[in-house]
């Protein structure tokens, strides 16, 4: 909400799968990722849209450290 009352254009996928198939029409500059997402792994993800040139921003209550240190390097 903050986002969108302050002029961003911000579209949501609920899953990995429909965020990649939104990805090549929206192109986005930055993405905001919940670490527990399901049905793919987080740092599969991550590495996707890191070969894409997409900024990361990860959220999550998620406490394996290991987890975000992966995600992080990517």
């Known amino acids: 909400d903050f986002l969108r009352k302050n002029s961003y254009d911000v579209y949501e996928a609920w899953c990995p799968q429909s965020a990649k198939i939104m990805l090549p029409s929206v192109r986005p500059q930055i993405i905001i990722l919940d670490l527990q997402l399901g ?14 040139g997409i ?7 998620d406490e394996r450290v290991d987890k975000r240190v992966d995600c992080l390097s990517l």
């Open 55 to 61: 900024a990361v921003i990860i959220v999550s209550a």
């Open 39 to 52: 049905e793919m792994e987080a740092t599969e993800f991550v590495s996707d849209l890191a070969h894409e």
